[in-house]
C-alpha cells in the first residue's frame, strides 16, 4: 500500500533562519507531488507543484523553494524565513488524471519566532 | 482566489442527527471531491463526485452536486462524536491540481 511520510511533525525557527521540510512516498511510481501551506482557520493554498523529477511549477510568490530530486522525495526550503512563513505545511501525492483523489502526510506546523 | 467555499462556517449538533454543508464554487469543474481533517492533521480523501453525476452515496455520506447552481452538498447521516472534524471542498482546476474552500468546522456532541 502507498505511505507518505513528512517530517518534522513541529518545528520553531527563529526569523531570518533555513528551513527544509521533507515528503516521502513510497508504494507507487511516478506520483504528482505537492507543497501546502494552510493558515489558522483557512483552507489551504497551493504553494509548488510537481510531475517529475526536476518539474517544479510555483504558484504564488515568495521566499520559498520547492525540490524533488528523486521520484518520490519532494523537499521545501527556504534561505530565509520570514515570520509570514509560519503556518501548517502539507505534502500530498496524487496519480494520473485530476480524477484522482490527493493523500495527504500529516503536516509540518512551523513556527516563526 | 481560491474556487471553492464551504457554508457554513462551522456547525454544531448533537450525535445522531444529520449534518449538511454546503459548498459553492465559481468556474465550471469536472469533478468535485470532498475532504475531512482532524485536528492538526493531514486531509483524508472521502468522496469524489464527476461533473455528470448528481448524486453519490459512500456509507453515511450522500453527496450532491447541482452544476447548474455550482454547488455541492455533503451529508452526514446519525453522526457521531467521531465526525467531529473539517470538512474542505475541493474542485479541480488546470492538470491535476485542485482548488480547496476554507472548510466547514463540524463538532458533534456525545
Known amino acids: 500500500s502507498q505511505t507518505i511520510h513528512q517530517w518534522p511533525a513541529t518545528l520553531v525557527q527563529p526569523v531570518g533562519s533555513p528551513l527544509s521540510l521533507e515528503c516521502t512516498v513510497e508504494g507507487t511510481s511516478n506520483p504528482n507531488l505537492y507543497w501546502y501551506r494552510q493558515a489558522a482557520g483557512r483552507g489551504l493554498q497551493l504553494l509548488f507543484y510537481?510531475?517529475?523529477?526536476?518539474?517544479i511549477s510555483s504558484e504564488v510568490p515568495q521566499n520559498l523553494s520547492a525540490s524533488r530530486p528523486q521520484d518520490r522525495q519532494f523537499i521545501l526550503s527556504s534561505k530565509k524565513l520570514l515570520l509570514s512563513d509560519s503556518g501548517f505545511y502539507l505534502c500530498?501525492?496524487?496519480?494520473?488524471?485530476?480524477?484522482?483523489?490527493?493523500?495527504f502526510g500529516d503536516g509540518t506546523r512551523l513556527s516563526i519566532l | 482566489s481560491q474556487q471553492g467555499e464551504e457554508d457554513p462556517q462551522a456547525l454544531s449538533i448533537q450525535e445522531g442527527e444529520n449534518a449538511t454543508m454546503n459548498c459553492s464554487y465559481k468556474?465550471?469543474?469536472?469533478?468535485l471531491q470532498w475532504y475531512r481533517q482532524n485536528s492538526g492533521r493531514g486531509l483524508v480523501h472521502l468522496i469524489l463526485i464527476r461533473s455528470n453525476e448528481r448524486e453519490k452515496h459512500s456509507g453515511r455520506l450522500r453527496v450532491t452536486l447541482d452544476t447548474s447552481k455550482k454547488s455541492s452538498s455533503l451529508l452526514i447521516t446519525a453522526s457521531r462524536a467521531a465526525d467531529t472534524a473539517s470538512y474542505f471542498c475541493a474542485t479541480d482546476r488546470s492538470g491535476n491540481q485542485f482548488y480547496f474552500g476554507t472548510g466547514t468546522s463540524l463538532t458533534v456532541i456525545p
Open positions: 500530498a501525492w496524487s496519480v494520473g488524471t485530476g480524477y484522482q483523489p490527493q493523500h
Open positions: 510537481s510531475v517529475g523529477i526536476g518539474q
Open positions: 468556474t465550471s469543474i469536472n469533478n
